[in-house]
Every structure is written in C-alpha cells, then in structure tokens.
C-alpha cells in the first residue's frame, strides 16, 4: 500500500472469497471510510484501495475477517524491472521516515500459487541493495516490515515461469484472523450438532455493523456462537430459541466420548469464558412465529441462522387441526396492540392448582417459507431505522433465482453472498437493513415457498443420483479453485476439466 501525499494506496491482500468487498463496504460504511477503488478484483485474490491516512486503514484492519494483510504500496509492476523502476520513482518523502538511522527492517518474499527456494529468495531480496537504508536489519521485531509479494495466477496446475503481477510495499497490519483460533468451537464450553464456526459468526457480525453499545438479538439462538462474536465487537446480545433443552444445556453433548454435560456448560457460560459475561443481557425459549414483544424499534442488529430442518427440526407452537389448514399468512404476534383487557389469553385464575397450571404446548412443522417471512415481519416491527438483519438462506444452486431471496418494503437488500455446501446445495447470507418505519398493512413477501418448503427432503434426494448425473452438474458448478467453492469462476476450464466433461457426455450418451 502506498501513502503517497497526492495519491494513498492502500493494498489489503486477501485469501479467501468473493465475500470479501462486501464485508469491506459493510465495515467502511459502518466506520464512515470512503473507499477508493484502484483495482476491484475479478479473479485476483488482491485490491488496491486509495485512502486518505494509514489509520482509517488500521481501523479496516481491526475488524475485518476475510482481509489477510494490509499493505503501503511502494511500487508494482507486471515485470521485475517495470517493479524496480515503480519503487525507484517513489517520492522520497513517502520511504526516508521508514528507512532511517533509528529504523529496523526486514524483507520477506511472498508468492502466489508457486514455492520459491531459499537462494531464490534471496536472490530477489539483495535485488532492492538500492534502497538507502540506514538502520539495522531485525528479522524477529523489526519497525519497518518490507514485503516482496509475487502474483503466479489462480491455475494450480497452470504456473507460469514469471509473475503475472509484482508488488513491494511496506505492511501495516493484518487482519482479525487470530480471532478464528481464539473463539475456536473445538475449545468453547458449550457447543451443539449445528454450532456456527467462529469466522462465520464474525462475519455475520461485521456484515451487520456490530459496534460497541449496539443491541443484537438473536431470534433461533442455539447454543449462542453469534451471541459470542457479538459480545466481542462490544454489542449488548440478547436471544431466543424454541428449544427448551437447548437452551438449558439438557441436550445430549455433541463432543467425542462425552456422558453427560457439565453444570458450567451454557450459553452464559460461553461468554464467560471469554470474559464477556457483562454484555450478556439473557436468553428465553420463545416461539419465533409467536413474539411476545411490543411494537416499539429497539434493535441495532438482527444475527441469525435459521434452522433447516436437517441436523436441527424446524418447529412452532401450533395444532394438527392448523397445520392441516396449509395456511401461509403471516404468524400473530403478541404485542400490545392485540393483547385485550379481559381474559382473551386464558390467563390462570387464582382458584388453579399448581398442576393445573402446567402445559406442554403442541409443536408442529414450521417451514422455512414461514420462518423467514416471520424473522422479516420481526425485524420490520424492532429494527431502529438503519439497524441491519442479517441471516442464512439454504438454496439449491440450480433452482436459484435472485427473487427467492425474502423480501419486505421497509428493507433493502445490502448484500447477497453464496457459500457452496454441496455440488447441488449452498446458502446465501443476505443483509437487509431498515429505511423506514412500518406502514400499516404492510407484510413481508417470501417467494421461495415451491423450491424452499421442500428443502430437507431435496437436500437428500440429491445425494441419490447417479454418479454419471453428479459429474455432469460438477463441471457446470466449478468450485473456487483454491478449494473454498465460493465465488470464483475462472474463464475457460482447465485442460483436466475439459477431459472430464467430455468424458462424462460419452458416457450419458
């Protein structure tokens, strides 16, 4: 990244996916950034961004997770002489304060897509002996990290002999990856079958603007991973859930060769363990087609992962006799404009015994048409204005059409971003935020009933074609080829890829 004084270039290099411009326009949104685009990728795992100082890029680089590294580019070039020539022409005034008396450095060289031997190395490195540096070299803690980084293109198979793209530049920082490790699932007390991994709860997060005093509630809670992220970027977290035994640590534990749950294991003692106890205002089981809140905009964000009736049961409260009628209008709320003075709710009179007052409500089929145009109707009636819902969409790939996506008129769609799960299956995280206050008669829109309220029974059906069909359909859904199945598509198949699409339509026909 280069902070020139009539042009700033700021260069985040990145590893991971398609995600991660909108995760950066969310961030730069949320921090008031302007970003300026040098280059906008479209394959390349890099971005040049022009800004006006280094600490808004500090800021960027505080929060983001899909970002790996943040650079002050000193010069680029698609050859290594059009590179020396970009460096030596780099006003003066930008280097001398790095590369001065009381200044350490160091070099490293990184490649894209191709390993370098260590003479090679080095070899690249005493090619920047023009450089007047003055201090002394530090290769453990030096104050000024110089990084070489040479782009060889996306083909693992396909390397060529030289870059395709150069850059030398000084680093800044790198981005909140380390929270992946820390926040880790594998070492958090209390986990379940479908407990969110912590960089996609991050992610969540930062697509939903989380800042510190922020109010997130989490409607389809689990076993609180959102809640945690959360917690973490400052937010005061609050959540929800059917499930009773969930919600109280009664279910059966999830982890190898585990009997039975420990007293500590919770979703209150999830944040305990990271010393975020204080933020944690509770949880409640709670029917999400049945809220039991007033009308009043009180949220600043709306994180969740709605169950998919897979690994985890998509169930309301509710009788056969409704269940049968095949109703899809929007579920009754409670709230203070229904709620009547008399005893309309079949409140307990004084004469009840206590087992009488015992109830096990009836569960019935909630289907993902209804729970989506539920959690829009929510966040219609709660989200302050500018609040963001954010949430999970479970699609197959081939039936998908932009205008499954749920809708409603007091929410813009932000951002739409597909994670591959399968050949045949993926979902999408989709963020809404608020513009304005609710009309009345105005209710949430879900056309994905045909293609979503059969999803459980589609995802299991896919798995039962034949392997000739399965190869066919793999060569029209090309993964990311550095294995995240996410975004990329390369222009032309690889060599491999053509073999096997041929091969698979003889053997069809």
């Not at 302007?34 to 971005?47: R, S």
């Not at 079949?346 to 087992?355: F, G």
């Not at 769609?413 to 597909?418: P, S």
């Not at 309220?453 to 589609?458: M, N, T």
Request: glycine share 4%; net charge neutral; aromatic share 8%.
């Amino acid at each position: 990244m280069s902070t020139r004084p009539a042009a700033k270039k700021v260069h985040p290099f990145w590893l991971q996916n398609k995600s991660t411009l909108p995760e950066l326009s969310s961030i730069a949104s949320m921090l008031k950034i302007d970003l300026k685009w040098g280059v906008k990728p479209v394959e390349e795992p890099y971005i040049i961004i022009e800004m006006d100082n280094e600490s808004d890029a500090l800021k960027l680089m505080s929060h983001t997770m899909l970002v790996r590294s943040c650079y002050e580019l000193w010069g680029e070039g698609n050859t290594e002489s059009e590179l020396h020539s970009s460096v030596q022409s780099c006003p003066s005034e930008l280097i001398n304060p790095h590369i001065a008396v009381d200044k350490s450095f160091k070099i490293r060289v990184e490649t894209f897509n191709k390993k370098l031997k260590n003479n090679e190395r080095l070899k690249k490195i005493e090619s920047f002996s023009y450089i007047p540096f003055e201090g002394p070299v530090n290769l453990t803690n030096a104050d000024t990290h110089l990084q070489l980084i040479e782009y060889y293109g996306l083909h693992p198979n396909i390397i060529p002999e030289n870059p395709l793209k150069l850059f030398f530049g000084r680093w800044i920082m790198d981005g909140q990856r380390e929270l992946i490790n820390r926040f880790s699932v594998k070492n958090r007390c209390y986990i379940g079958n479908t407990s969110m991994d912590a960089q996609l709860s991050f992610i969540m997060c930062n697509f939903a603007q989380i800042q510190p005093g922020s109010i997130v509630v989490d409607p389809f809670v689990g076993t609180g991973s959102v809640l945690v992220a959360a917690a973490e970027k400052g937010a005061h977290v609050w959540g929800g859930d059917i499930d009773f035994l969930t919600l109280h640590a009664k279910t059966r534990p999830s982890r190898y060769l585990q009997k039975e749950r420990n007293e500590k294991e919770s979703i209150f003692g999830n944040l305990e363990q990271y010393n975020l106890s204080h933020k944690y205002l509770d949880v409640v089981v709670m029917d999400s087609a049945r809220p039991f809140w007033r009308n009043i905009p009180f949220i600043d964000a709306i994180v969740t992962d709605p169950p998919y009736g897979i690994r985890e049961s998509t169930e309301r409260v509710g009788t056969h006799k409704e269940q049968n009628k095949g109703s899809l209008s929007p579920s009754p709320s409670l709230d203070s404009d229904n709620i009547s003075n008399e005893t309309d709710l079949n409140m307990p009179s004084q004469q009840n015994s206590p087992e009488d007052l015992l109830h096990f409500p009836t569960k019935i089929n909630y289907c993902l048409s209804d729970i989506f145009r539920d959690l829009l109707e929510f966040a219609a009636r709660h989200l302050r204005i500018g609040g963001r819902l954010v949430f999970w969409l479970p699609i197959f790939r081939e039936d998908y059409t932009p205008d499954q996506v749920p809708s409603h008129p007091c929410l813009k769609q932000i951002d739409n971003c597909e994670q591959a799960l399968t050949m045949h299956s993926s979902r999408r995280l989709i963020t809404l935020q608020k513009n304005r206050h609710l009309k009345e008669g105005e209710h949430a829109t879900a056309k994905v009933v045909d293609v979503m309220a059969e999803f459980r029974d589609k995802f299991f059906q896919a798995s039962l074609i034949s392997k000739e069909e399965r190869m066919k359909k793999k060569n029209f859904l090309i993964t990311d080829k550095r294995g995240q199945g996410l975004g990329y598509r390369l222009n032309e198949p690889t060599k491999k890829e053509r073999k096997k699409l041929k091969k698979s339509e003889t053997q069809l026909l």
